[in-house]
């Protein structure tokens, strides 16, 4: 076994970054499509890995105990650069996205009982390939694995429950980019960054008429950002014999809001621009270590139901973000992002969500508002609605009763 140290294991990660953007900027259908880095070059370090162990017999160790650091730190970043102005003017938006998600939470678990039921599954594996481990992510579908193993007996619950959580990510990672590619060939949309110069349409370069950053700047908002994790660990343990449990990640956006809109006030004014650069960092990082470590052989003895649940997931996800979502989100620009962004939360995080937001904006310019509304409801909306959704389900008869 080859075992990483952690500075070994963080400089693999950022070789597979930089792998990653290689690909992505030189393979015409991975550029297309707008296909996060972390995605590409993590999942090719994987199968590597993989076949490394299989035909080698030699099995890469990664020390990757700083991923919850980097998420949290990424979550930091996106409070620290909300500007709650904004969120007024996407708060319609907001709405209307919030009123797109409810029915599909019903519908992804509709499709997983369905899927359970057609393989002669027991109808919990159904949810454990909906909305537990595809809009809970590893978090809920460890903790409901650990529940259905002890309560309904359900074998290798928690095995299937990891690898569809992980599953999730790839696909919302992958999916999300050529929908909202193809959202803006069909409808003829555009971003800043497409406009041909000389059209009359230029937009204003504000990261060219803005100060340059400093190194000051960057320490300045990487500070801002680490009181966000202490902060928030620590409203976090306050509340943690709460009814409602809420994630980590919650209290340090929240924090970082706080700060952000909080600080103008006394004085404080981080730049954006060096935040969201860390920010960006750390989420880069923290996906190309969750792809790195992907186990693939554990996917292998995995496959058949759960490969086949998860790609009926993916295409009803797709189609009711290019269907549904787009249309209830103003049919516009914006929309066409935050479809890719529901396909990244939908499918596997909001860390996803976000790494699909960024690689469109990469290409084609900003979406403001979809930074503000996609975040909120990824950190905790989606949380709650989806808790409500779970224990309604379980609770009926042939569901959890069985």
Known sequence: MISLTPVQSLLACCLVLVIGRVLTTRIGVLARYSIPDPIVGGLLFAVLAYLLSTWGGVSVSLETSIKPTLL?????????????KLLAKGGPRLIAFLLALIPFLILQNAVGLGMAWLLDMHPLMGLL?????????HGTGAAYATRFA????IQDVMALAMTAATLGLVLGGVVGGPV????????????????????GHEPADLMENAPASTAGSYIVSLAAALVCLVVGGYLAALVEDAPVSLPNFLWCLATGVLIRNGGEKLGLKLDD???EIIGTISLSLFLGMTMMTLDLSSVARLAG???LMLAVQ???????AAWVVFRMLKRD????IMSAAFCGFALGATATAIANMQALTRRHGPAPEAFIVVPVTGAFLVDILNVIVLTSLISLPFVGGM
Not at 129 to 137: A, E, P, R, S
Not at 314 to 320: G, P, R
């Open 72 to 84: 949290l730190l990424f979550f930091g970043s996106i409070g620290l650069t909300a500007n709650l």
């Open 129 to 137: 390939g909906g909305t537990i481990t595809l809009v809970g992510g």
């Open 150 to 153: 002890d309560f309904n007996n």
């Open 180 to 199: 909202a590619e193809w959202l803006m060939r069909r409808h003829k949309l555009a971003g800043s960054l497409d406009h041909v110069p000389g059209d």
């Open 273 to 275: 621009r060096a935040t």
């Open 305 to 307: 139901p759960l490969a």
């Open 314 to 320: 993916t295409l009803v996800c797709a189609l009711y």
């Open 333 to 336: 620009y914006e929309a066409a």
